[in-house]
Every structure is written in C-alpha cells, then in structure tokens.
C-alpha cells in the first residue's frame, strides 16, 4: 500500500540558537542542515515513482529540494503544512519562552485542544489547517487508480500532533518522541484507517484507539 511519509527539515540556524521558529518564510538550513537533506534522499532511495512536496517555509524547501535532487524527481511547496504557530512568542530562545510552549503542547496531548499559544494557534486550528491537505493528498494518490508514496517535508511539533491525531497513538509516547532534523513518521491508509509504521527510529508503538489524541 502507499505510504504518507511526513519529514521534518532539516538543521536551522534558529535551531542552533534554539529560537522559537514558526513563522513564514523562517530561518535556513545550516550547511550541517543541507548535509542531512541530502542524506535523507540517498538513505531513502525511491523503489517506486512518490510525490514529494513540503511546506512555504525555507527550511521546509530547501530540504525537500535537496531531497529531490538526490531521487531526480519534482518538489513543489504547499499551503497549511507549516509549523504550529508561536504568536508572540516567536523568535524567542529564553526558557520562560520554551516552557510556555511545552506547556500548551503538552495540554494540547492531554486533551485540551482550545488552549491557545498567546498570540499563535490552538490545537483546533492547527488541524483545521493541517488535516484537509492530509485528506486531499491521500484522495489524490493514496487512493488513486496509480497510487504513489507521497513525502511531505514539514515541521517537528506539527507533524507530531497530526500523526498522533490520525493513527490514534498514545499521548504520552507522542509528547515525549520528538523528531530529530529529517526523522521521519510513516503512515499507511488502510480500510480501518490510518496506521503508523514509524516514529523515527522507532517501530512498536502503543496505539489508544478508546482515547485517541484531543
């Protein structure tokens, strides 16, 4: 069956300064950053013809250019697949900053999907964003006569939430397996629903499908 493979960018330079960046267009990869898109494309060599698409922000294009100059194929941007947003707390690097933002995601994970980010998003509105591409994607090649793998290069926090959310996976493994630059999360969309088959390196989960994530 295809595949919806959802990959986080590769290293920033807000990532090295360990600021808050969320918003568009955002900070660019690192010289190390392109390493590991490059990297990523040439340990994930394509058995079968995949879309690859990413989000508008910089580091989400560039990684998937590279990705894409590795497998020889097309990337293009699309809208809605960008990082949870910081509000006012973007650009910041403090801990009073970080803690914030753990805290909310970390409700968002127990359930509380209205709890907002001063300023930014609320778990509601990441998924009224996010979810509708994710569904488009899967009616146009997942589901289509020529079903294709389609790899969308997109944002740490956000691809968390959203995976959890569609494969029912337990909260508490979700909160606290954060994706490193370019680790990836594999889903597959069977007759039951969506299925996750790898959260990074990882490939036995606890699924909680009484309680699914929100």
Not at 28 to 33: K, Q, R
Not at 91 to 115: C, I, K, M, P
């Amino acid at each position: 069956m295809a595949r919806l493979v959802l990959v986080r960018h590769g290293e920033t330079t807000a990532n090295i300064r360990q600021q808050l960046d969320t918003a568009l267009p955002g900070a660019h990869l690192t010289d190390f950053g392109a390493s590991q898109g490059i990297r990523f494309g040439l340990n994930n060599p394509l058995s079968a013809p995949a879309v690859l698409l990413s989000s508008h922000a910089h580091r989400a294009r560039q990684t998937a250019e590279l990705i894409a100059s590795a497998w020889d194929v097309d990337t293009a941007a699309i809208d809605d697949v960008h990082e949870v947003q910081a509000g006012d707390l973007e650009g910041r690097s403090d801990r009073e900053a970080h803690e914030l933002f753990r805290n909310v995601v970390e409700a968002w994970y127990r359930g509380d999907q209205d709890t907002r980010l001063p300023g930014g998003e609320s778990l509601e509105m990441l998924r009224d964003r996010y979810l509708p591409v994710i569904n488009d994607l899967a009616d146009r090649h997942l589901l289509s006569a020529d079903p294709r793998d389609v790899y969308v290069v997109s944002h740490g926090a956000a691809i968390r939430l959203v995976a959890a959310h569609l494969a029912g996976v337990e909260s508490d493994f979700a909160f606290k397996n954060h994706l490193r630059n370019t680790d990836s999360v594999e889903l597959e969309l069977t007759p039951q629903g969506w299925e996750l088959r790898r959260w990074g390196s990882v490939t036995e989960f606890v699924t909680d499908d009484d309680e699914p994530l929100g």
